[in-house]
């Protein structure tokens, strides 16, 4: 059963920097892809960053040149460096595995909250 723990959230002023973290109970090496997605209130979870098995990124168009995705496989840790934080970056940020077999798990979520 694959476990994915995100943290770092928390309230910051605009223009500033948070980095999130995600620790797996698996070995990421594995996975097909992981990814940052968020949710905010009253709208649809949308994708923020993926980055596949072969270290190929995608972010959405909102985020790029912001945000970077990176990870660490020794720790097993997923990461999201969000700098130049905006207002409409407040959202629960959801981290995200998915498997070889094509089998999606997420983590329970991290609050981020950009006061402007």
């Known amino acids: 059963q694959v476990q994915l723990v995100e943290s770092g959230g928390g309230l910051v002023q605009a223009g500033g920097s948070l980095r999130l973290s995600c620790a797996a109970s698996?070995?990421?090496?594995?996975?097909?892809?992981m990814g940052w997605y968020r949710q905010a209130p009253g709208k649809q979870r949308e994708l923020v960053a993926t980055?596949?098995?072969?270290?190929?990124?995608n972010y959405a168009d909102s985020v790029k040149g912001r945000f970077t995705i990176s990870r660490n496989f020794v720790n097993k840790l997923l990461y999201l460096q969000m700098n130049s934080l905006k207002a409409e970056d407040t959202a629960v940020y959801y981290c995200?595995?998915?498997?070889?077999?094509?089998?999606?798990?997420w983590g329970q979520g991290t609050q981020v909250t950009v006061s402007s």
């Open positions: 995200s595995l998915t498997t070889r077999g094509g089998y999606d798990y």
């Open positions: 698996v070995n990421i090496f594995s996975a097909n892809a």
């Open positions: 980055i596949t098995s072969g270290g190929s990124t």
